[in-house]
């Protein structure tokens, strides 16, 4: 190999370090970036919604109740099994304080059936919804957030009424965290609540 042969390689090689080190800072950033988003266990990031009358929400509004996030992908097929099951469950715990939201596509093209469909339910349908939280592609996604305002489960996927059981009553059964016993722990703050569920 001639010296200048072998200057152009490492030349070239340390191009190739410069491009990889680059790809490993933006992935590094990606990674930064995506474990700032709140995993369970932590407190659920804040979201803004509209509702189809236009009601706005926040997570502040829905402070000691068990809050569960249902998000549609577009043409989800699943979704329309899922709802009336999520509906009716709804309907049968909002007394020990289920919430749900529901939150369509953000493309969907057509509000008229949407809103007709959604005064089928009785679970709240936005129209508008800003957070960190998503639908995985093709899938329906269910976050569920807890008394104390503590994302406690996230995952793709149509719920079945065994998987609302599984994940809800415990958490339903579960008190209001007491605010000044809250600060980094809110497991242990928990208190048992008055209310029996059927």
Same mark, same amino acid.
């Given at each position: ?5 072998? /200057? #152009? @390689? ?5 191009? %190739? !370090?410069?491009? &990889?080190? =680059?790809?490993?800072?933006? $992935? +590094? ?9 709140? /995993? #369970? @266990? ?5 979201? %803004? !919604?509209?509702? &189809?009358? =236009?009601?706005?929400?926040? $997570? +502040? ?19 329309? !099994? ?117």
């Amino acid at each position: 190999m001639k010296v200048d042969e072998l /200057g #152009v @390689g490492i030349m070239r090689a340390e191009a %190739r !370090a410069v491009v &990889l080190s =680059g790809i490993l800072a933006a $992935l +590094a950033a990606g990674r930064t970036a995506l474990a700032e988003v709140p /995993g #369970v @266990g932590e407190p659920a990031p804040d979201f %803004r !919604a509209i509702t &189809l009358v =236009g009601t706005r929400l926040t $997570l +502040a509004d829905f402070k000691g109740q068990v809050l569960v996030l249902n998000f549609w992908p577009a043409r989800c097929t699943s979704c329309k !099994a899922e709802l009336p099951v999520l509906d009716s469950y709804y309907q049968l715990q909002k007394r020990v304080g289920l919430r749900v939201i529901a939150v369509p596509p953000a493309d969907t093209p057509r509000w008229r059936p949407l809103q007709h469909a959604a005064s089928l339910l009785t679970i709240t349908v936005v129209r508008e919804f800003r957070g960190a939280y998503g639908a995985f592609k093709g899938l329906p996604t269910n976050y569920v957030i807890d008394r104390g305002g503590v994302l406690r489960y996230a995952n793709p996927g149509p719920w079945t009424l065994e998987d609302l059981n599984r994940i809800l009553v415990p958490l339903l059964r579960e008190g209001v965290p007491a605010p000044e016993q809250t600060q980094g722990r809110p497991a242990l703050a928990m208190r048992v609540a008055g209310q029996q569920l059927p």
